[in-house]
């Protein structure tokens, strides 16, 4: 059987007998909107606890537009009209409004990114700025939560006297879905607060699609200090496209979505198998962001078994500090605990650190790319098959006539979920 999966903007296939494929596992088939930009507009003119924007906001009134950045998905460049638009209907100047990236601990966007992630016109019209982490300067404290996380966030969301979100509601291994109250921790919080929030991280290993898991709890409540008056999140289908969005306050919001998200990324899978093949899409920008492929593909795999990561990584790993991190052959699980605990640079590196850790302890690990060197994928912990079939055809050796296999061609936005977990 000829199987094909996302490379970068590729599709690279392989063949394996159809008596050894248990399953090709991805999001729900779901059709995307005709007119997304009219289904932006719906939600702008009835959210959910809210009347609409142009009622809230006032004239001179300043105004600061949270987005997501280039490592995601959201079509960001189609909401942003719409959403000024009723600024503008409300009285709202053009020099009034910021749109602030929310990069969390990500590395800032290029021009290019920039001009694509918001569309040209915006791009040249009003005013972007970018969140960087670690300038405490531009920082304001705002308390702590019952986790003991202080939370310090960007001045420009604080001071902003409305604040507007731009996101999507999809996987994160962390938090279980993004949306919400995530564009303000981690999006636009100091690294102290980010750092102090994901040691809750390591309490949801392997608890995947769960919104109730500590790390989400925790940033819901230190996001909660800051007041937004509004969010407009999506859902968007397999191929990226909008399904449904939902604008109001971010508990409504983020409750309401996730009921959908749940239904179009959550696979029921029978049972485990002996190694899976997953592409990172749609996030397989860095090897730290596709990673999460493996963690949700750890899920189907047995003791013993294998997972082959399929990821372009244009950017490689992903970071000097990451890659010495991930490279470090003497470091245990508990060694990553007592990084996480001691909060060493960036504890989101070490969190992923102990994943990995645990996994490999576990399962062996290999990668196709060709954004990271050999020399670095093994001394990652990867191995490196000369072609994607090469890889395919080993594991069908190592695991015999009566191997079964898994594939995900979307690795990074699917949660398997087995049989006896769903029940």
């Known amino acids: 059987m000829e199987v094909h999966i996302p490379y970068g903007s590729q599709m690279v296939g392989f063949q394996v007998p159809e008596e050894n494929l248990a399953s090709i596992y991805q999001p729900r088939e779901t059709p995307g909107c005709d007119a997304p930009e009219v289904e932006i507009r719906r939600a702008l003119a009835c959210p959910l606890d809210l009347p609409p924007l142009n009622l809230i906001a006032k004239a001179n009134e300043k105004v600061v537009i949270l987005v997501d950045d280039h490592t995601r998905a959201t079509p960001t ?7 000024l638009e009723q600024l503008h209907q409300a009285g709202v100047r053009h020099e009034d409004v910021t749109i602030l990236v929310t990069h969390g601990t990500h590395r800032l966007s290029t021009e290019a990114e920039l001009r694509r992630k918001v569309g040209e016109t915006i791009y040249a019209s009003y005013h972007i700025e970018q969140h960087c982490c670690e300038d405490q300067a531009n920082q304001i404290y705002m308390g702590i939560t019952q986790r003991g996380t202080p939370v ?8 902003a006297d409305r604040l507007i979100g731009i996101g999507h509601v999809g996987p994160s291994p962390y938090a ?8 303000i921790v981690p999006g636009v919080a100091a690294l102290d607060t980010i750092n102090a929030s994901h040691t809750h ?13 500590p790390c989400r709890q925790d ?4 996001g909660a200090l800051v007041k937004m008056d509004l969010v407009l999140d999506v859902v968007m289908s397999q191929d990226e496209r909008i399904v449904r969005a939902f604008a109001g306050t971010p508990e409504r919001v983020f409750r309401e979505a996730v009921i959908l998200a749940k239904q179009l990324y ?13 592409s990172a899409a749609p996030y ?15 899920a189907l795999v047995r003791e013993g078994g294998s997972i082959l990561l399929v990821a372009a990584c244009p950017d490689g790993v992903g970071g000097e500090e990451f890659y010495r991190l991930m490279a470090d052959r003497s470091k245990k699980p508990e060694d990553y605990l007592r990084d996480v605990t001691r909060r060493s640079g960036k504890v989101t ?15 062996r690990l290999y990668m196709m790319t060709d954004g990271i060197t050999p020399a670095e994928l093994k001394e990652m912990g990867f191995s490196q098959p000369a072609s994607l079939q090469a890889g395919v055809d080993e594991l069908l050796r190592q695991y015999g006539p009566q191997a079964q296999a898994a594939v995900f061609p979307q690795g990074s936005a699917t949660i398997p979920v087995l049989q006896k977990e769903s029940t």
């Open 77 to 83: 460049d189609l909401a942003l009209p719409a959403l």
């Open 152 to 159: 310090w966030v960007n001045r420009l969301a604080v001071e």
């Open 176 to 183: 279980g879905y993004s949306g919400g109250r995530k564009l």
């Open 201 to 213: 991280v390591i309490l949801g290993f392997r608890q995947f699609g769960r919104v109730d898991v």
């Open 219 to 222: 940033l819901e409540e230190a």
């Open 266 to 278: 959550e696979v029921t899978c029978p049972v485990q198998v002996d190694f899976v093949v997953t």
């Open 284 to 298: 397989d920008i860095d090897l730290y962001q596709a990673v999460r492929a493996v963690e949700y593909a750890d």
């Open 349 to 363: 590196f070490s969190v992923l650190g102990y994943n990995l850790a645990r996994i490999k302890a576990e399962k």
